[in-house]
């Protein structure tokens, strides 16, 4: 190991403290010259990436598994990440023989435990940037009810025009075959719907795999804000239809009105074929 002073990296050239802050470089000797062997892989699909011989993941969206054939010792990692674990990957990879990686935002209870009933992890490491460590993953969120009936439902609004991500239109109206490591639909609404004014999503899933639980996590934004992870519900829907209650996130309703709805496959290994069919926001009576 080789540690050596540095300047200040691009956040302290922004500061314009760049030339008074001095920082440690930690470098691994062992691989400073000669490259770690290593393999990514697709963890659900097991697809090889071309990662061109580098240690870290660029895509944290979907599980992907690094094997280091000449790691230090022969244990299996779950390491739920961010980008900031770029600076510790080559040493994960050093040490571990498998490390299989996941944004810590795309780590739903769901998610985890499929991933550790699967990979069987020998440790769990977690690593999350300071400033971000209130925005919920290392916090309890509130249970979600997903129930399977349109009783009582009055529709408000109602998504149009879906715009695919990751997903190649077929023969079937608004079916999509699975196109990519982050599949999802963007809807617009035929109106601007105040939060306040509503509390259920309804929509119909149709997956050809007949999978009894399929993770699905809904984004929305208004005219004033973007998607993102904070205004988010990830819940197992099912095949046919399903009815989400969004009285306990307590972002839906401090959001003005929401203008686009998202909806996405959180695993693109559930279905090869997937479709969001008459996706509307209401209230239940």
């Not at 990436?49 to 230090?72: E, F, H, K, N, R």
């Not at 699967?118 to 925005?135: A, L, M």
Request: glycine share 4%.
């Amino acid at each position: 190991m080789i540690i050596s002073d540095k300047a200040g990296g691009d956040l302290a050239a922004f500061l314009r403290i760049k030339n008074s802050l001095h920082d440690s470089e930690v470098e691994l000797h062992r691989y400073a010259n000669t490259p770690l062997p290593v393999e990514q892989q697709e963890f659900f699909t097991g697809k090889a990436i071309d990662s061109q011989g580098s240690t870290d993941v660029l895509g944290l969206t979907t599980a992907t598994l690094v094997s280091s054939p000449a790691a230090l010792n022969d244990k299996r990692v779950l390491w739920l990440r961010d980008s900031y674990g770029t600076a510790m990957a080559t040493l994960m990879a050093a040490t571990f023989r498998e490390t299989l990686q996941l944004h810590h935002n795309r780590a739903s209870q769901q998610m985890l435990t499929e991933l550790i009933d699967k990979f069987n992890p020998e440790y769990v490491i977690i690593t999350h940037v300071e400033r971000d460590v209130r925005g919920g993953f290392l916090t309890l969120r509130p249970v979600f009810e997903v129930s399977h009936s349109r009783d009582g439902f009055s529709a408000v609004s109602t998504a149009v025009a879906p715009q695919p991500h990751h997903l190649k239109a077929t023969a079937t109206p608004d079916q999509f075959a699975v196109d990519g490591i982050d599949p999802f639909v963007v809807f617009d609404l035929d109106r601007p719907t105040p939060t306040a004014n509503v509390f259920r999503l309804m929509f119909e899933l149709s997956c050809d795999s007949n999978q009894e639980q399929v993770p699905v996590q809904l984004y929305w934004h208004s005219e004033q804000s973007v998607f993102s992870e904070a205004n988010s519900i990830t819940v197992i829907a099912r095949n046919g239809l399903n009815s989400l209650s969004l009285l306990a996130n307590p972002a839906w309703a401090n959001d003005a009105a929401v203008t686009q709805i998202r909806l996405d496959l959180a695993d693109p290994a559930k279905c090869s074929n997937v479709a969001f069919r008459n996706v509307q926001l209401g209230i239940v009576h």
